[in-house]
Nanobody
Framework: EVQLVESGGGLVQAGGSLRLSCAASGFTFDDYTIGWFRQAPGKEREGVSCYSDGDTYYADSVKGRFTISSDSAKNTVYLQMNSLKPEDTGVYYC???????????????????????WGQGTQVTVSS
C-alpha cells in the first residue's frame, strides 16, 4: 500500500526557511513521479514542485526559492523552502503517481489530477 507522510511544517516569519519531508512507503521513488502541492484557504490545490526521471518543475511563484530533492535510500522527498513569503502559507501535500507522467510537451506533470496518491498534508504558516 502506498503511503505518504509529510512533516516539517510550522510557523515561520517572512524571509525564513523551512524544509518539508515526505516519507514514502509501499513504493520506490525511481518508479514514481513525485510532487509537492499546496492549498491556501479559499484556493484550489496547486502544484508547487514535481520531479520525475531527472525532470523538475517549479511553479513560477516559487522558482528560485524552493528546491525539491530526494534521498532514494531513505525513500524520502524534500522541499527546501527559502525566502518564505506570507503568500506561501497553506497546507502542503506530498503526492505520487505510479508512472512517469508528462505534459503535452514532455515535461513532468504537476497538476492535482495527475496524481493518485496523497499524504495528509502539513501546515506552513508564514507571518508578515
Amino acid at each position: 500500500e502506498v503511503q505518504l507522510v509529510e512533516s516539517g511544517g510550522g510557523l515561520v516569519q517572512a524571509g525564513g526557511s523551512l524544509r518539508l519531508s515526505c516519507a514514502a512507503s509501499g513504493f520506490t521513488f525511481d518508479d514514481y513521479t513525485i510532487g509537492w502541492f499546496r492549498q491556501a484557504p479559499g484556493k484550489e490545490r496547486e502544484g508547487v514542485s514535481c520531479y520525475s526521471d531527472g525532470d523538475t518543475y517549479y511553479a513560477d511563484s516559487v522558482k528560485g526559492r524552493f528546491t525539491i530533492s530526494s534521498d532514494s535510500a531513505k525513500n524520502t522527498v524534500y522541499l527546501q523552502m527559502n525566502s518564505l513569503k506570507p503568500e506561501d502559507t497553506g497546507v502542503y501535500y506530498c503526492a505520487a503517481e505510479d508512472s512517469i507522467v508528462v505534459t503535452g510537451t514532455g515535461l513532468v506533470a504537476c497538476k492535482v489530477w495527475d496524481y493518485d496518491n496523497w499524504g495528509q498534508g502539513t501546515q506552513v504558516t508564514v507571518s508578515s
